[in-house]
T-cell receptor
Framework: GQQVMQIPQYQHVQEGEDFTTYCNSS?????IQWYKQRPGGHPVFLIQ?????EVKKQKRLTFQFGEAKKNSSLHITATQTTDVGTYFC?????????????FGAGTRLAVHP | NAGVTQTPKFRVLKTGQSMTLLCAQD?????MYWYRQDPGMGLRLIHY???????AKGEVPDGYNVSRLKKQNFLLGLESAAPSQTSVYFC????????????FGPGTRLTVL
């Protein structure tokens, strides 16, 4: 079945270092969404990418959607302790019913001050 | 504007007991979703609804039932709880389908002994 895979599963960095998480889909996606979940919290929507090769920035966060629309990445420049949490990518299901998202397993980011 | 609310926040059940988790949203969203989150497995869709009176199965529907009698409410039922259903349950809602962000509730932590 359709899969959305994220790597790495876990990463810890020193504050100020950069961080990147990668998302790969087994199928071509019409769009991809990114969410952040703080420890003990709930997922919160960050951004959606729709176009092939699209790049969007939110302050220190840069999101990219691959040319083939099968992969995406989130890059954080100069991490801060407020970046701690788990980052999920999600793509729309392409079979077995629509109007639903398939989430990756997430990348958990720890930032050491 | 409370967004998405879930009750209860915590619950402990014994194997074989039943319970209902309530999700309510005040954003007039058509779509509502129930996910479970287990360590290392991301968010897995249990059931979802694309409008009042409709429900559909997600990735892991076995052992759960749902109802959407009112647009603002989405109920998740466990008829005979099993230890494998120990998890954190999140409800989410969205205005439309896959091109719309999902808003998540705070979650319910369920332990089945």
């Amino acid at each position: 079945g359709q899969q959305v895979m994220q790597i790495p599963q876990y990463q810890h960095v020193q504050e100020g270092e950069d961080f990147t998480t990668y998302c790969n889909s087994s199928t071509t996606l019409s769009n991809i969404q990114w969410y952040k979940q703080r420890p003990g919290g709930h997922p919160v929507f960050l951004i959606q990418l729709v176009k092939s090769g699209e790049v969007k920035k939110q302050k220190r966060l840069t999101f990219q959607f691959g040319e083939a629309k099968k992969n995406s990445s989130l890059h954080i420049t100069a991490t801060q302790t407020t970046d701690v949490g788990t980052y999920f990518c999600a793509g729309p299901a392409t079979s077995g019913g629509y109007n639903k998202l398939i989430f990756g397993a997430g990348t958990r980011l720890a930032v050491h001050p | 504007n409370a967004g998405v609310t879930q009750t209860p926040k915590f619950r402990v059940l014994k194997t074989g007991q039943s319970m209902t988790l309530l999700c309510a949203q005040d954003m007039n969203h058509e779509y509502m979703y129930w996910y479970r989150q287990d360590p290392g497995m991301g968010l897995r869709l249990i059931h979802y609804s694309v409008g009042e009176g409709t429900t559909a199965k997600g990735e892991v529907p076995d052992g759960y039932n749902v109802s959407r009698l009112k647009k603002q409410n989405f109920l998740l039922g466990l008829e005979s709880a099993a230890p494998s259903q120990t998890s954190v349950y999140f409800c989410a809602s969205s205005y439309g389908g896959n091109y719309n962000e999902q808003f998540f509730g705070p979650g319910t932590r369920l332990t089945v002994l």
